[in-house]
Each structure stands twice: as structure tokens, then as C-alpha cells.
């Protein structure tokens, strides 16, 4: 290779190297801030069905609008194609988000900010839905959709199921889909409107609730009268005491029964089984004061010094 090729080559290099280390920082720092946008999103899923026969309906068009005090960003070209990121900058302006269901009545709108929207539910031969929707928890947040014909004189009803980010993370809702146990979820609790935590075990499956004897609490038990390990958020407190001394039917979150062998390993030390409770999630719930382990200090402080008083 002649001096000028062999000088022209190594300036090629050269430039080469220059560009690379300038493009590698920039793929960098993006890569660094798409979990801060993931964080801001969740994938909205939901079904549609007969508010009188449950039959799932499809080609019902659901729309997402933005509260009114939110601000709302322009109206996509329906021309246009539709973009990769139906979100792409999760401190931009919300965005009205619509979707079509399919032959089983479901819908899915991937990447929706967590914020307040008006949800719309259309469909030919049915009343129009409009109602209040919070979109927030963890992915997937579904919704029920049940719209009236129109020839009855019957509203449509809206349900959301919010996800805990905290019961994810801990594998609730993966134990609950293997089915092996038995499982409340917080609205079941809201349905049953419970005077004592105990309450919410006395129409599980072989699960009985007996007096304790000392007081108004309840002591949960097993076939043949075992007790079982009580865990409160990922601590096993043993078998020993009552759930009504523990925590509040307010303050339940969810909770999870195994009886027998069929407990995890981790949260189980006995062959009777164990009760797995886990405490209000904040993420869930607005304005709420959740379980705390200072407010259940001070609960076992209070009555330790009404015992004594009695004595």
C-alpha cells in the first residue's frame, strides 16, 4: 500500500473511533431513562359483556379521555399511521387513548399513564357508558365493562381491578393463578363489609374460627383443630394468637390460607399450614391510613395494659 492509502486509511479509523465514543454515551443515558417513563405507565386490559346475559360484545369501541383538569395533547392524523409508543414522553400532555374489542369482548391499550380519565364504552344497539376511571397499580389494570341494550331501562356498570405493585412483587397473583390455596383479595373484604379480621376466614373451606377464650378475638383453625403459623407481611409470628389482635379487617390488603404440605416453603414452618396476611397497600388505595407495625406496637401495648388493669 502506497504512504497517501496508508495515511488516508488510519484517518478513517481514526474518525470512526471519534463517532463511536460520542454515540455511545447518547444510547446510553436513553437507556437509563426508559424506566423512569415504564414506571409512569400501565397496560390498561378489559372485557365487554351483556350487563343482562354476560355475553362478551365484540366491535364495542372503548375510549380513555383525559380528566378535565387534565391537559389534553392534539388529536392524532386518523390518515397517519398508527406511532410505535402510543405514549412516548411520560411528562408530555395525556393523550386519548381508544381501542376495539375482539370476538371475546376484550381490549387492550398498552403504555396508558397512570392518571384520572373518563372511560366511553359504544356499541350499536347498546346505551352509551360513561363513567370515572382511575388508572393506577401495577400492569395489567382491567376493567369490566358491562353495557345495557337499549330497549332496557338498566345502566351499564363499570369494574376495576387494581393490582397491588407490592402483592406482585411478592408473587401473589402467580400462587393465586396455581390455585392451591384459598385467597381474599381487598374487594372481596369491601363486599363483606367484616366486623372482625376472623370474619374473613369463617367461609373458606376448611377453616374454622373458635373463641380464644380471653376475649371478643377469634383463634383460626384447621381440621382436626390445628393452628396455624400466622405471617403478616412476609414475618411468621407463629400459631399462637389471634388475627383479630393483629391487624384490622381495614388494614387487609389480601390474604392467602394453605392448609397442610400445600404452603410455600418460605412462609411455612408447620405441618398444619399457615395464613399468609398482607397489609394495605398504599398504591391502591387514596386517602387511607395504612397497617403499619408502629400502629400494631401501640395496639399490643394498649391491651397488655387493659389485662393488667383487669387483674
Not at 88 to 113: C, H, I, W
Request: aromatic letters at 8%; hydrophobic letters at 45%; proline letters at 9%.
Amino acid at each position: 500500500m502506497d504512504p497517501f492509502r496508508k495515511r488516508f486509511a488510519s484517518w478513517r479509523t481514526l474518525l470512526a473511533a471519534i463517532a463511536g465514543a460520542w454515540l455511545v454515551p447518547v444510547g446510553a443515558l436513553e437507556a437509563q431513562d426508559a424506566p423512569a417513563a415504564e414506571r409512569n405507565q400501565v397496560t390498561v386490559t378489559g372485557r365487554v359483556v351483556d350487563a343482562f346475559s354476560g355475553t362478551p360484545l365484540p366491535a364495542v369501541r372503548v375510549r380513555l379521555v383525559p380528566a378535565a383538569d387534565t391537559v389534553v395533547a392534539p388529536a392524532a392524523d386518523p390518515a397517519a399511521p398508527p406511532p410505535t409508543d402510543p405514549d412516548p414522553d411520560p411528562g408530555a400532555t395525556l393523550r386519548e387513548r381508544e381501542a376495539l374489542t375482539d370476538a371475546e369482548g376484550r381490549f387492550t391499550m398498552p403504555a396508558v399513564r397512570i392518571a384520572n380519565y373518563r372511560l366511553a364504552a359504544e356499541a350499536l344497539g347498546y346505551a352509551t357508558l360513561e363513567s370515572p376511571v382511575r388508572v393506577m397499580g401495577a400492569s395489567p389494570f382491567d376493567i369490566r365493562i358491562e353495557l345495557a341494550p337499549e330497549a332496557l331501562a338498566l345502566e351499564g356498570v363499570v369494574v376495576t381491578s387494581v393490582r397491588s405493585p407490592r402483592l406482585a412483587a411478592a408473587g401473589f397473583y402467580e400462587r393465586r393463578e396455581r390455585a392451591f390455596g384459598s385467597f381474599v383479595t381487598r374487594s372481596e373484604i369491601e363486599a363483606r363489609f367484616p366486623f372482625a379480621t376472623t370474619d374473613l376466614f369463617r367461609t373458606l373451606p376448611g377453616v374454622r374460627v373458635v373463641p380464644s377464650g380471653r376475649s371478643t378475638a377469634g383463634i383460626v383453625t384447621f381440621r382436626q383443630g390445628c393452628r396455624p403459623d400466622v405471617v403478616v407481611d412476609g414475618m411468621n409470628l407463629g400459631p399462637n394468637l389471634s388475627v383479630d389482635d393483629i391487624i384490622a379487617p381495614s388494614d387487609v390488603e389480601a390474604i392467602e390460607v394453605y392448609r397442610g404440605a400445600v404452603a410455600p416453603v418460605h412462609y411455612s414452618r408447620s405441618s398444619c399450614g399457615v395464613i399468609v396476611i398482607w397489609s394495605a397497600d398504599p398504591a391502591t388505595r387514596a386517602g387511607d391510613r395504612p397497617f403499619s407495625w408502629r400502629r400494631l406496637f401501640a395496639a399490643a401495648a394498649f391491651v397488655a395494659l387493659a389485662l393488667l388493669a383487669t387483674r
